[in-house]
T-cell receptor
């Protein structure tokens, strides 16, 4: 058990809908990362937050948004869903900004299926 | 886009044999990490090697890093069926994020 909690574990929805994925980082971890893993794209970095502030952005679509709250939990919002958004979405946390000592702790992921 | 690529994409070996996976990347890095993922599960950190290190060991794992060639390798010695998983290298860049390679799927046959 990594200590990172993601909900929901599974989610099935229709195209055009909006969903919210939730992540609680390990106790004491200030950084939260979101990744998307699909069969044909591997593990894609989406966005990183540190202590409530956005610190790095990767291949995140404009239809997607995220935030980190004062209690350090984070939410990833996916809107106007398309079939291609079906994937495993991982949240990971670390103690601080990755700065030569960074090790990420991953949650078990949220599997999103868009029909 | 992917920052790293792993080779081979898939590897099948007999229990007891050694498994070697290679990772190549494109940008300068602060460190390189290796992770393991059992099917459909979260990734688990295995080992981290800093950019000024050339080799590191942890149990049955041996990692090398050649920054001049922008490449790394992960060696798993005396493999076990329980080592069956996907293995990913991940590059920590100066932008404070971690980019993952494409992964190697290892199958260890009992």
């Amino acid at each position: 058990d990594s200590g990172v909690t993601q909900t929901p574990k599974h989610l099935i929805t229709a195209t055009g809908q909006r969903v919210t994925l939730r992540c609680s980082p390990r106790s004491g971890d200030l950084s939260v990362y979101w990744y998307q893993q699909s069969l044909d794209q591997g593990l894609q970095f989406l966005i990183q937050y540190y202590n409530g502030e956005e610190r790095a952005k990767g291949n995140i679509l404009e239809r997607f948004s995220a935030q980190q709250f004062p209690d350090l939990h984070s939410e990833l919002n996916l809107s106007s869903l398309e079939l291609g958004d079906s994937a495993l979405y991982f949240c990971a946390s670390s103690v601080r900004l990755a700065s030569n000592t960074g090790e990420l702790f991953f949650g078990e992921g949220s599997r999103l299926t868009v029909l | 886009s992917q920052q790293g690529e792993e080779d081979p994409q898939a590897l099948s070996i007999q229990e007891g044999e050694n498994a070697t996976m290679n990772c190549s990347y494109k940008t300068s890095i602060n460190n390189l990490q290796w992770y393991r993922q059992n099917s459909g599960r979260g990734l688990v950190h295995l080992i981290l090697i800093r950019s000024n290190e050339r080799e590191k060991h942890s149990g049955r794992l041996r990692v090398t890093l050649d920054t001049s060639k922008k490449s790394s390798s992960l060696l798993i010695t005396a493999s076990r069926a329980a080592d069956t998983a996907s293995y990913f290298c991940a590059m920590e860049t100066g932008a404070n994020n971690l980019f993952f390679g494409t992964g190697t799927r290892l199958t260890v046959i009992p």
